[in-house]
C-alpha cells in the first residue's frame, strides 16, 4: 500500500513537472504575442499621426479646389455677361477700321 502511494505520488509529480513545462512553454508564446502586439500598436500610432496628416493636406487641397472653382465659375459668368458687349465694340472697331481704308483710298 505505501508502494501504491508513493507510486502514485511519483506519477503526480511527473504528471505536475510536465505542466510545469507546458505552462511555461505558453509563457513564452504569450510574451512572444505581447511583443508583436507592442510593435503593431506602435506601427498603429504611427499610421494614426501620417493619416492625420494627409488628412490635414487633404482638406487644404479641397479648400485650393473650391476656391479656384468658384474663381473660373465667376469668370465664366462673367464672360457671358460681357460676351454681347465685346462683339459691339470689336464690330464697332471694325467699321471704323473699314471706314478708315475706304477714306485713304
Known amino acids: 500500500?505505501?508502494?501504491?502511494?508513493?507510486?502514485?505520488?511519483?506519477?503526480?509529480?511527473?504528471?505536475?513537472?510536465?505542466?510545469?513545462?507546458?505552462?511555461?512553454?505558453?509563457?513564452?508564446?504569450?510574451?512572444?504575442?505581447?511583443?508583436?502586439?507592442?510593435?503593431?500598436?506602435?506601427?498603429?500610432?504611427?499610421?494614426v499621426i501620417l493619416l492625420d496628416e494627409m488628412d490635414g493636406m487633404v482638406d487644404r487641397t479641397q479648400s485650393r479646389l473650391d476656391s479656384a472653382r468658384s474663381r473660373v465659375a465667376d469668370f465664366l459668368k462673367k464672360s457671358q455677361e460681357n460676351s454681347p458687349l465685346k462683339v459691339i465694340l470689336i464690330l464697332i472697331l471694325l467699321v471704323i477700321i473699314l471706314l478708315a481704308l475706304v477714306i485713304m483710298t
Not at 21 to 44: F, K, P, Q, W, Y
Open 1 to 47: 500500500m505505501i508502494a501504491d502511494f508513493a507510486a502514485q505520488q511519483q506519477q503526480q509529480h511527473i504528471i505536475i513537472d510536465q505542466q510545469d513545462e507546458h505552462m511555461d512553454s505558453m509563457l513564452g508564446t504569450v510574451r512572444n504575442l505581447r511583443g508583436i502586439a507592442d510593435t503593431m500598436n506602435t506601427e498603429l500610432d504611427d499610421h
